[in-house]
């Protein structure tokens, strides 16, 4: 069965950090991209950051971009997310995914077939 944890969220103040780590378990999916997504209340989800099976390839949200660092240890099956200069707008749900299909690479939503429970992040002002 596959599963897909995540864990470091939390309260921080404007302009703190936090890292996110994403473990995955019940399979191997090192052919993968894999993706964290947020969704605020009332909001939909959003794409946050996404990489490639390799790990040389990434793509950003505008939002988030030269703020955020995505990673991935594929030996250890494990994915981060690296946030700094955090805003309250960043405050959400934050899920890791694995998407469906090997080497397709994609910074939408759709197409990612495996999610994890989410981490709550809080940015307060």
């Known amino acids: 069965q596959v599963q897909l944890v995540e864990s470091g969220g939390g309260l921080v103040q404007a302009g703190g950090s936090l890292t996110l780590s994403c473990a995955v378990s019940?399979?191997?999916?090192?052919?993968?991209?894999w993706g964290w997504f947020r969704q605020a209340s009332g909001k939909e989800r959003e794409s946050v950051a996404v990489?490639?099976?390799?790990?040389?390839?990434?793509a950003y949200a505008d939002s988030v971009k030269g703020r955020f660092t995505i990673s991935r240890n594929n030996a250890k099956n494990t994915m981060s997310l690296q946030m700094n200069s955090l805003k309250p707008e960043d405050t959400a749900v934050y899920y890791c995914?694995?998407?469906?299909?090997?080497?397709?690479?994609?910074?939408?939503?759709?197409?990612?077939?495996?999610w994890g429970q989410g981490t709550q992040v809080t940015v307060s002002s």
């Open positions: 995914a694995v998407h469906a299909t090997a080497y397709y690479f994609s910074l939408a939503r759709d197409g990612y077939r495996y």
């Open positions: 019940g399979r191997t999916f090192s052919r993968y991209t």
């Open positions: 990489i490639n099976w390799s790990g040389d390839r990434t």
